[in-house]
């Protein structure tokens, strides 16, 4: 099930991922995941999003359609999965920071280690992926289409337990207040201001 229209800008889409589920039924097991914190990202206005400059062959699946994932490689370390949003042909996409693991625990700490806390199984966009199984064999999936791996409705959450602050770790539009969190939640990731930030002024 759909848990939001997804055919609008990132920011709209962002903050209402929170509290949708996303699951990986994987061969070894199923894991399902709670999503805690996004952020935004858009195209040709966006500095800190990868398409400001345009289509490439990497971020290609970003213009759409939106409900698709878009899966890249952070640093040459981490996966990190993103929601495309928004309008065919138009960059936008969420990226999902963090989540709390609501089913296939046990799986998911076989893939991230046996002494991680279960709070800390999915904080942080890499860890999520890890943690879902998600790698660059999942970019363009159809999170709507049956496939592997889906996107459905959760829990609701109150507006009350929303909040909104600026992008973590981005050098270029740091300030822009794009990143939406629950709250009080342990999943959370922590802030952490990039050394090489500078407002979109500057870029």
């Known amino acids: 099930m759909n848990v939001v229209d997804l055919a609008h800008p990132a ?3 962002a903050p209402k991922l929170l509290g949708a589920v996303l699951t990986h039924e994987a061969p070894e097991g199923t894991v399902s995941i709670t999503i805690t914190e996004t952020e935004a990202y858009s195209g040709a206005a966006d500095p800190a999003s990868h398409a400001y400059r345009g289509r490439t062959r990497r971020n290609a699946v970003m213009f759409g359609p939106a409900g698709h994932l878009y899966v890249y490689r952070s640093h040459g370390l981490h996966w990190c999965a993103n929601i ?3 309008t065919d042909g138009i960059a936008s996409a969420v990226l999902i ?3 709390k693991v609501i089913e296939g ?3 998911a700490r076989e893939r991230r280690g046996a002494k991680v806390e279960s709070p800390r199984l999915a904080r942080g966009p890499g860890n999520f992926c ?3 199984g998600i790698t660059a064999e999942h970019d363009g999936t159809g999170l709507l289409a049956g496939t592997a791996v889906t996107l459905s409705e959760g829990e609701p ?4 337990l929303i909040r909104v602050g600026p992008r973590v770790g981005v050098s270029k539009a740091h300030d822009w207040e794009h990143r939406f969190y629950l709250a009080g939640d342990p999943t ?5 201001l990039s050394p090489r930030a500078k407002p979109a002024a500057e870029v």
């Open 130 to 132: 890890q943690a879902l």
């Open 11 to 13: 920011e709209e889409v």
């Open 105 to 107: 625990e046990d799986l």
């Open 84 to 86: 495309v949003t928004g």
């Open 157 to 160: 959450v109150p507006d009350t």
């Open 188 to 192: 959370v990731s922590a802030y952490r």
């Open 97 to 99: 920071r963090a989540g």
